[in-house]
């Protein structure tokens, strides 16, 4: 008769895309097709969108059979700093960091600074790097020497002659 008296635990039923928390901790997970995607900061939590009113709050017993996968990121094309460090990088399609390589980069692909979320060194340390950005193809770019180069698929293809500058009909005011 006794059981009776102890309030029976509600099991929560679990769907693809929920948020839930475990029960007496504090961490978010995004549930995608059966693996868990802990969610590691606010700031992504409000990147993503997510709204507090929408996490369920669950047992242990609950997620037993899901697994553990990446962290779940920043969206692709979100600038983000670390604190006290100068370097800005882009989130790019994968969810990894790749370094935005010179102000005049930044510039040339028009982003804006206060665009660029500031985000701590946890955070970083759990996001892959990718190599750096780099001007893309297309562009005219020039050292503190003389020769102009085109940027060609990740390579610098100089420019050695002016009659061939003019052939192509480049414009010096593109020059990066």
């Given at each position: 008769?006794?059981?009776?008296?102890?309030?029976?635990?509600?099991?929560?039923?679990?769907?693809?895309?929920?948020?839930?928390?475990?029960?007496?901790?504090?961490?978010?997970?995004?549930?995608?097709?059966?693996?868990?995607?802990?969610?590691?900061?606010?700031?992504?939590?409000?990147?993503?969108?997510?709204?507090?009113?929408?996490?369920?709050?669950?047992?242990?017993?609950?997620?037993?059979?899901?697994?553990?996968?990446?962290?779940?990121?920043?969206?692709?094309?979100?600038?983000?700093?670390?604190?006290?460090n100068d370097k800005i990088y882009l989130i790019d399609k994968k969810g990894a960091l790749s370094h935005v390589s010179s102000l005049k980069l930044f510039e040339k692909l028009g982003f804006q600074w206060e665009?660029?979320?500031?985000?701590?060194?946890?955070?970083?340390?759990?996001?892959?790097?990718?190599?750096?950005?780099?001007?893309?193809?297309?562009?005219?770019?020039?050292?503190?020497?003389?020769?102009?180069?085109?940027?060609?698929?990740?390579?610098?293809?100089?420019?050695?002659?002016?009659?061939?500058?003019?052939?192509?009909?480049?414009?010096?005011?593109?020059?990066?």
């Amino acid at each position: 008769n006794q059981l009776e008296y102890f309030p029976k635990e509600r099991i929560s039923k679990i769907n693809n895309n929920d948020l839930i928390k475990l029960r007496g901790r504090d961490n978010v997970y995004l549930v995608k097709n059966g693996v868990l995607h802990e969610i590691l900061s606010r700031q992504i939590f409000r990147a993503q969108g997510f709204e507090e009113t929408k996490i369920k709050e669950v047992d242990l017993y609950s997620v037993k059979s899901y697994t553990l996968g990446q962290p779940l990121s920043y969206l692709p094309g979100t600038l983000v700093k670390i604190l006290n460090n100068d370097k800005i990088y882009l989130i790019d399609k994968k969810g990894a960091l790749s370094h935005v390589s010179s102000l005049k980069l930044f510039e040339k692909l028009g982003f804006q600074w206060e665009n660029i979320l500031i985000i701590g060194t946890r955070e970083k340390e759990m996001l892959p790097e990718e190599k750096p950005m780099l001007f893309p193809a297309g562009t005219l770019v020039k050292g503190s020497g003389k020769t102009v180069y085109l940027v060609v698929s990740e390579t610098l293809k100089p420019i050695r002659r002016m009659s061939i500058f003019n052939a192509y009909k480049f414009n010096w005011d593109d020059v990066v």
